[in-house]
């Protein structure tokens, strides 16, 4: 449980919309309950959970880009459930708005290391890539980030 915050905002990070956010969060919790005798005691869980969610991310994208087209517009879902107040205002950030312009690789590095705390290394381990590869991406990202919000990098 302490670690759904932090998956929640990663996913939410990840699929840029807060019900396809939720949905990431879901499909991650479940697939760690049915695979949680692969995880190993003594190693981080948050790690192991990240990068599931972002293979699962991964996968979904790539099945949604097949599938073409959805059958109901975006919009007709975001009037379900409650009254979206809480999900408004993080839409309303100027950082949250600045982060979904970013490409998804900056995104996840910036996501990572800025926001979740991980060592560079972790976030390497996570997102599959070498440690210069995911630190040149960081900075890229974050220059691009601060360029969106107005500050100079």
């Not at 059958?71 to 708005?97: C, K, N």
Request: proline letters at 4%; charged letters at 30%; hydrophobic letters at 40%.
């Amino acid at each position: 449980m302490a670690l759904l915050p932090r998956l929640r905002r990663f996913a939410m990070s990840l699929a840029r919309h807060p019900a396809d956010g939720d949905d990431l969060c879901q499909a991650t919790i479940e697939r760690a309950l049915t695979k949680r005798h692969q995880w190993q005691p003594g190693t981080r869980l948050d790690s192991w959970m990240m990068k599931m969610m972002r293979n699962i991310w991964i996968d979904e994208t790539r099945a949604c880009s097949r599938r073409g087209e959805t059958f109901v517009a975006e919009e007709a879902g975001m009037s379900v459930g409650g009254d979206g107040a809480q999900e408004a205002a993080v839409a309303l950030s100027d950082i949250d708005r600045a982060l979904r312009t970013l490409p998804d690789e900056q995104r996840e590095a910036v996501l990572l290391v800025m926001v979740e705390g991980y060592a560079y290394k972790e976030a390497a381990e996570i997102v599959d890539c070498p440690v210069g590869t995911l630190n040149s991406r960081l900075v890229r990202g974050r220059d691009a980030l601060l360029a969106r919000l107005g500050e100079t990098p």
